[in-house]
């Protein structure tokens, strides 16, 4: 199986920068697709961005288009999230997650995940 662990959340002023890093225990974690999402209470989980296995494809949530990059260093095996211009809408709980495959916007579709990490945004 394949053991994903968040990291790199935090409180940051408005327009400020965050970078998650999720790592991966299998050395595989190269070939599969990964996904970040994000959950607010009271509010379902949503897609952020995604990145395909062969890293020829990139997708993001409007939301979050022009602001956040998903990257992968494939011998850390490592996916980050770089977070840029950080808005308090951004406020959430953010999970990696991993499926072999495509990349897709539904978490049903998604195999293994993390436990999470938290990210909150002030004004």
């Known amino acids: 199986q394949v053991q994903l662990l968040e990291s790199g959340g935090g409180l940051v002023q408005a327009g400020g920068s965050l970078r998650l890093s999720c790592a991966a225990s299998a050395r595989t974690f190269s070939l599969y697709s990964s996904g970040w999402f994000r959950q607010a209470p009271g509010k379902v989980r949503e897609f952020v961005a995604g990145i395909s296995w062969s890293d020829r494809e990139t997708y993001y949530a409007d939301s979050v288009k022009g602001r956040f990059t998903i990257s992968r260093a494939n011998a850390k095996n490592t996916v980050y999230l770089q977070m840029n211009s950080l808005k308090p809408e951004d406020t959430a709980v953010y999970y990696c997650?991993?499926?072999?495959?495509?990349?897709?916007?539904?978490?049903?579709?998604?195999?293994?995940w993390g436990q999470g990490t938290q990210v909150t945004v002030s004004s």
């Open positions: 997650a991993a499926r072999v495959g495509a990349i897709e916007v539904s978490d049903q579709q998604y195999t293994y």
